[in-house]
Nanobody, 119 residues
């Protein structure tokens, strides 16, 4: 059974930092591309950061220079380091792992973790 579990959310003040974790079980995460999405109140889900299986990264313009996505293969975990947080970063953050091969497309979602940026 495949599970992605996000953690690390919570309340943080503007300008602060937080690190989210996406821990996988049932799959070897380093052969998957992993994306972090977020969905703010009254907003559509948006892609925030992505890391490929070869560790290339990409970021939404709104978080570029503030957020960093990375892997720890030994822990089978992908992280999202968030710095200089703003109130508009308030959202539920989700990780998504996806892989395509000749047998099909495989995609898994976590349950989400709430990040609230407020003073």
């Amino acid at each position: 059974q495949v599970q992605l579990v996000e953690s690390g959310g919570g309340l943080v003040q503007p300008g602060g930092s937080q690190r989210l974790s996406c821990a996988a079980s049932g799959i070897t995460l380093n052969i998957y591309a992993v994306d972090w999405y977020r969905q703010g109140p009254g907003k559509q889900r948006e892609l925030v950061a992505a890391i490929t299986s070869s560790d290339s990264t990409n970021y939404a313009d709104s978080v570029k220079g503030r957020f960093t996505i990375s892997r720890d293969n030994a822990k089978n975990t992908v992280y999202l380091q968030m710095n200089s947080l703003k109130p508009e970063d308030t959202a539920v953050y989700y990780c998504n792992a996806k892989r395509a091969n000749r047998t099909g497309v495989y995609a898994y979602w976590g349950q989400g973790t709430q990040v609230t940026v407020s003073s």
